[in-house]
T-cell receptor
């Protein structure tokens, strides 16, 4: 039981590049979400999903896309990376009570 | 809207107690508490649900005042391992009971 896994752990992009952050969970949770955490700050919700085929926007969705084709996977796509998207990204899944967080992806956009 | 946490930071000696507060301006379905150590992911501590149900760890206690939309986390007889940043997360009655909105955190440092 791996819990929530995220890849890659670290990534450096140039402005304008696109990429996908991967997230997978093996707990059969319906609810999954993506957060970003800037230095010294709390977690801000980007997008979330309540099940396969259903997604919705969080507090800071601009510049990010998501899709949920399976229960297990919830990838986050950066369409055209900007320096303001430099952050640590956490994926989480939930059984409607406790949220289980992945280890995070540290993204730097130059 | 983001819940407001207080204090922003606190320093304790081992064995001392601390209270961290979280308040929201909107009606809440639940309040969650997490602890995050530097460079790591947040870890679940406690959830408090509207109606009084609680789920969490044995050594952590918390309260949820539904009328005031406020929650407090009580850390008693603090240990060095309690150091970290504590976040409250709230689920509003208007968000389908799923989306968590986090506060900006309270940094707790426990010294020997």
């Amino acid at each position: 039981n791996a819990g929530v896994t995220q890849t890659p752990k670290f990534q450096v992009l140039k402005t304008g590049q696109s990429m996908t952050l991967q997230c997978a969970q093996d707990m059969n949770h319906e609810y999954m979400s993506w957060y970003r955490q800037d230095p010294g700050m709390g977690l801000r919700l980007i997008h979330y999903s309540v099940g396969a085929g259903i997604t919705d926007q969080g507090e800071v969705p601009n510049g990010y896309n998501v899709s949920r084709s399976t229960t297990e996977d919830f990838p986050l796509r950066l369409l055209s990376a900007a320096p303001s998207q430099t952050s640590v990204y956490f994926c989480a899944s939930s059984d409607f009570s406790e949220q289980f967080f992945g280890p995070g992806t540290r993204l730097t956009v130059l | 809207q983001q819940p407001v946490q207080s204090p922003q930071a606190v320093i304790l000696r081992e064995g001392e107690d601390a209270v961290i507060n979280c308040s929201s301006s909107k009606a809440l379905y639940s309040v969650h508490w997490y602890r995050q150590k530097h460079g790591e992911a947040p870890v679940f501590l406690m959830i408090l649900l509207k109606g009084g149900e609680q789920k969490g760890h044995e050594k952590i206690s918390a309260s949820f005042n539904e009328k005031k939309q406020q929650s407090s986390l009580y850390l008693t007889a603090s240990q060095l391992s309690y150091s970290g940043t504590y976040f409250c997360g709230t689920v509003g009655m208007d968000t389908g009971r799923r989306a968590l909105t986090f506060g900006s955190g309270t940094r707790l440092q426990v010294q020997p």
